[in-house]
């Protein structure tokens, strides 16, 4: 699509407004004040402003915003020449956004970014400088918000102060604590269904089929929503009618390649299945040699009897002789249950040294006369 030039000697400008609450978006306070101050600075400066392109309850920590793009799109095709904002981050808070708004529309001389406080000017390098660094500004500020909050949040549930809605069961009311936390009150017909999942669980009733029973009752989670066994395993643990089970550590995660093929051949002479001895040397603090899980192919290993060497040896220079790569070869002894006594894989380096130590020992036997 071809570009549209101003070709009038007046300077051409698009507006953009943005707020992040949809209260000040309702309110609109906020966006006809930011659009009042535009069109004045305009007005005062001799800029055309042909619109002002806003986004409403955004947040500015993206750019993929409609109003944006749309005002960015008019920049592009030459409707504009100046996109102008009353302050950077109405544009982004972001460092990284900044550079890239810069670096894609603002870096020749027919396109430039205004702000009505005066902070932003890419007409001059000058200009530029100043405006990369109230980016790294509103970025540093930003991320200080957020600690400032998280770090809050911390210290309030440190405290023991309740956060988020009530539990099920129950209500906030008016009347605070001694901690000045709102104290709960106790729901009837809630109450009546958190007695009937404890009436349950006393008849041995899996968390399983109290959820399902509860579904099919058509009796409404917290909002109105389903079941799921983590509201019920929550629901009996705060009334205290469930513990949950701590998994004590019964000591750090090793690798014992003796010891677990100990117990894995003995847990295999029992009947249990690849996946089952996984779980069981998992459960006995051993680990495969980098760590993680034991997939069943790693339990096969320890399962398979370290090959003897001479027969190794032997099948090796019989691949060999066959015009097969020291790599091929490698893959074909771990093919066919030739199990190093490390338990490791047959690296080409390794099989060379087999067929070697055959030609080593043919060069040192006696030659008969």
Partial sequence: MGTQQNTSGTKTAIGYVRVSTQEQATEGVSLDAQRDKLRSYCKLNGLKLIDILADEGISGSTLDRPGLQAAL?????????????????RLSRSLRDVCSLVEDYFTDERHHLLSVCGMVNTHSAAGRMLMMNLANFNQFEREMISERTRDALQHMKAQGIRLGPAPYGYALGTELDERGRRKLVPLPHEQEVIAKIKAMYAEKLSFTKITKRLNELGIPAKSGGRWVVSRV?????REGAYRSRTNKMQGPLRHDR???????LRLRAEGLSLNQIGARLRKERLTPLRGGKWHPAQVSQLLCKPADRDTAVRRACELRAQGMTLKEIGVRLTMEGFQREDGGVWYPSLVHGLILSVESEREDSPQSP
């Fill in 73 to 89: 799109r008019m920049v592009r095709r030459g409707r504009a020449s100046t996109l102008i904002v009353v302050k950077l981050d």
């Fill in 233 to 237: 395993c929550t629901t009996l643990q």
């Fill in 258 to 264: 003796e010891a677990a093929t100990e117990i894995a």
